[in-house]
Each structure stands twice: as structure tokens, then as C-alpha cells.
């Protein structure tokens, strides 16, 4: 049982390490240098090497009998995993050093894993209801240390975000502010119809490079993102 030939497994770890490592220092750059009001980062290698790991991290009777992992399989794919999770924990931690009690830093997984087998190998998806479920973790002025949220959705960062800056949310929104967000906040801002009709400003960027663009919605593709055409 396969969950990736050792040299594509070393060279992805490698890689997704660099990326994310490259992605985090630049952002505390930029929190740094240009103390921007909001800061969103997102560090793709802990999704990534979860769907190449995830096989080995569920109990061996899920899978049929010619590809139930090995003992040695199921340790190093796991403590592969642990690493990458520990990598990206200490990433977010270097990246929010600078921010104090006050500020709002949310954590946010759009998704959980499940193990998933193929025919030639073992993978980690997230396409059933067992793994929708991902997690967020809120920590800022008036969150109460150890509290826990009824429930919030993806669906509901953007508002959360809008309510704690003193922005109103807006009535066709899908989601509504976070629970875990103090009272006062919560109901500082009264609700707006619709955004749909701002004039947006875009900042001028440069193209991406050629070929770029269509490497992004390779990996995607490959993850089961995008549908075949």
C-alpha cells in the first residue's frame, strides 16, 4: 500500500515548507512596514499535504484489505503530518508576535479531512458530511479566553471582520457576525441593504507571468477543486 512514492512525498513536503515559509515572512513584513488595518494570509501547504497524508490517519479497517497501511507507513505518514501542523502553527505565531489583546486574529479552516482511498493509494478529501467540519480559533478585545461558539461558518467572516472594524454588514450577506464577538460590537453598526452597488477601487498590480495562471488551476485540478471539463 502507497501513499506516494518517497521522492514526490519529499520533494512536496520540501516545497509546501519553502512556500509557506516565503508566504509568512512576507506577510510579517508587511504588517510590520505598512501596518495595514486588515491582514489575510493564507498558508495552502497544511491543505495540500493533508490530502497527500490523510490515508494513514484513520483507522485501518476503513480501507480494504490490499491497501491497509503498514505500522511503518502509518507512523511516518503521521508524523510527517504532526510536523507540517507544528510548522504552521509556529508560522501563524511568528506572523500575529506584533499584535496585542486588542486586535482580532482569527484562525480559520474552511473544511476538515477524511482518508480516502483510491485504487493504487491512500489519500485525505474532504467530500462527505463526516469531514465539512473545519475549525476557527478567535482570540481579541472582549473574546473570552476558553469560550466556544455555538457554531460559525465560512459565511460569516467577512461580516465578522466588517462588525469588529465598525463596518456595517449587509442584508443579502449569506452569513452574520460571529457570536464570539462581544455584545457592544455585535450591535454597534446597523445592517446596510446591499454592498452590490459600491463602486469598488481596485489596486493596479502587475499581470502574473505567463504560464502562471494555468499552473494554479493545474494544482487545483489535481486536488479535486475544479472539475474536469
Not at 489583546?101 to 474552511?110: A, E, K, R
Not at 472594524?165 to 446591499?194: I, K, Y
Not at 469598488?200 to 502574473?208: A, F, G, R
Request: aromatic share 8%; charged share 25%.
Amino acid at each position: 500500500p502507497k501513499i506516494l512514492p518517497r521522492w514526490v512525498l519529499r520533494d512536496e513536503l520540501q516545497r509546501r515548507f519553502k512556500e509557506d515559509g516565503a508566504i509568512a515572512s512576507m506577510t510579517s513584513k508587511i504588517v510590520r512596514e505598512e501596518k495595514p488595518d486588515v491582514t489575510m494570509v493564507l498558508l495552502c501547504g497544511i491543505d495540500r499535504v493533508s490530502h497527500y497524508l490523510w490515508g494513514v490517519m484513520e483507522s485501518p479497517e476503513h480501507y480494504t484489505q490490499g491497501l491497509i497501511p503498514t505500522p511503518e507507513t502509518r507512523a511516518g505518514g503521521r508524523e510527517a503530518l504532526f510536523a507540517y501542523y507544528q510548522y504552521t502553527d509556529a508560522l501563524v505565531g511568528e506572523i500575529i508576535k506584533d499584535y496585542g489583546p486588542n486586535d482580532l486574529v482569527m484562525v480559520v479552516s474552511d473544511h476538515g479531512f477524511e482518508a480516502e482511498q483510491g485504487m493504487l493509494r491512500l489519500t485525505g478529501n474532504h467530500t462527505t458530511e463526516k469531514a465539512i467540519d473545519g475549525v476557527i480559533f478567535a482570540r481579541g478585545r472582549g473574546i473570552e479566553p476558553g469560550s466556544e461558539s455555538k457554531h460559525v461558518s465560512v459565511n460569516d467572516i467577512t461580516p465578522t471582520i466588517l462588525t469588529w472594524l465598525g463596518f456595517a454588514t449587509a442584508n443579502d450577506m449569506a452569513g452574520v457576525a460571529a457570536d464570539f464577538l462581544p455584545e457592544e460590537v455585535r450591535g454597534a453598526v446597523t445592517p446596510v441593504q446591499s454592498y452590490k452597488d459600491l463602486a469598488i477601487e481596485y489596486v493596479d498590480t502587475k499581470p502574473l507571468p505567463s504560464g502562471v495562471e494555468d499552473d494554479i488551476v493545474e494544482q487545483l485540478r489535481a486536488l479535486g477543486y475544479i472539475d474536469e471539463p
